[in-house]
């Protein structure tokens, strides 16, 4: 049995003091030993944290007693250790950098289809599938016919609307990760005249804890220290392909050389005989990392303090008792 659970989660509500919010629910975490990254805004909340079962748990439902957090759903995964190496909370103006800040998900969104609901609809003759995610991350996975852009960030989407004109009169269905892009993006649709516009609640991840991720081809990309997932159990298929020989691969590394860290498919045999560069010229640079067959390289922690920044403190100089409530 897997000790450590991984949650995934965001909820867009109010936070009217995001620092003040981000100070208590720093200690929280560090109180109860939970590792990842979580942003605050104004906005909300976005989130990927790991820890022991028991102390997932405890977050998940002190989040949940909070009334601005009671509609939050985590996707839930197992694991046998921590997938990150530390905590990192903070604020920022988003909880998800999209740029059209004008979106309120909470006033406009897309209207939901749990993963029951999008496995009966995606495949019918009216109905579009819309991968909004960046391209690294599609193209190691994506749903079966579902149409791509070729986008570096989320704040590029916008400019790719106009793709979808031809698929106006048809049934709009965006996913991502884990939904949270899926909020502002099938918005964005409806003010552009899209009328019939869904989205995939709890994204990909909860598709494949669900219904088995059944027609997702490839692997899922996640933004922790297991770089992708598998999520199809019915019909799996190799959806990317090997960098350096072009032989079908769901493996996603980063080159060994740091000064390219190129973030790329490199299948087993490639990426030991280049010992995890991604060409020739790049293996033989001096200051090439150590390979170890994964391709991921954690960054130094170089003495990680998870206190530091904290401003919080009582006058025998500990920190504050924290909580949620902030």
């Given amino acids: 049995m897997k000790d450590y659970n991984i949650l995934l989660y965001y909820c867009y509500t109010h936070i009217e003091n995001p620092d003040e919010f981000r100070e208590h629910h720093h200690l929280y975490c560090i109180k ?8 605050i805004a104004n906005e909300g909340i976005n989130g990927t944290i790991s820890g022991r079962q028991a102390q997932c748990h405890k977050y998940m439902t002190d989040l949940l007693r909070d009334s601005r957090f009671s509609h939050t759903e985590f996707k839930v995964e197992s694991s046998d250790q921590h997938v990150f190496q530390k905590l990192n909370v903070r604020v920022k103006p988003e909880i998800v950098n999209s740029g059209f800040t004008q979106i309120d998900p909470t006033i406009l969104t897309g209207k939901y289809l749990e993963p029951a609901e999008f496995k009966k609809l995606k495949d019918q ?3 579009v599938l819309v991968d909004v995610r960046s391209n690294y991350e599609h193209d190691i996975g994506k749903f079966k016919k ?6 570096e960030h989320f704040r590029d989407f916008p400019q790719q609307v106009k793709k979808l004109e031809p698929y106006k009169n048809k049934k709009i269905v965006t996913y ?12 964005f649709l409806l003010e552009q005249g899209f009328d019939n516009v869904y989205q995939l609640h709890g994204g990909i991840i909860k598709y494949g804890i669900e219904e088995g991720g059944e027609d997702f ?3 899922c990309y996640v933004f922790d220290n297991r770089v992708v997932v598998s999520v199809n159990k019915v019909n799996p298929k190799v959806n990317g392909k090997c960098y350096v020989c072009e032989d079908p691969c769901n493996r996603m590394v980063n080159c060994a050389n740091p000064e390219c860290n190129n973030h790329i498919p490199i299948c087993e045999k490639c990426g030991w005989e280049l010992e995890g560069a991604c060409s020739e010229e790049c293996k033989n640079q001096q200051n090439c990392r150590s390979y170890n067959g994964t391709g991921y390289y954690a960054k130094e922690l170089n003495g990680y303090n998870p206190y530091r920044g904290l401003h919080r403190i009582n006058n025998q100089n500990q920190p ?6 902030g």
Avoid at 176 to 187: M, N, W
Avoid at 320 to 325: A, M, P, Q, Y
């Fill in 320 to 325: 504050l008792k924290s909580n949620l409530k």
């Fill in 217 to 219: 081809d490839g692997k």
């Fill in 176 to 187: 991502c990760t884990g939904g949270i892009k899926c909020e502002k993006a099938s918005a």
């Fill in 146 to 151: 579902a149409i791509t852009f070729d986008i």
């Fill in 32 to 39: 109860n030993k939970l590792k990842g990254r979580i942003i």
């Fill in 125 to 127: 003759d009216d109905v």
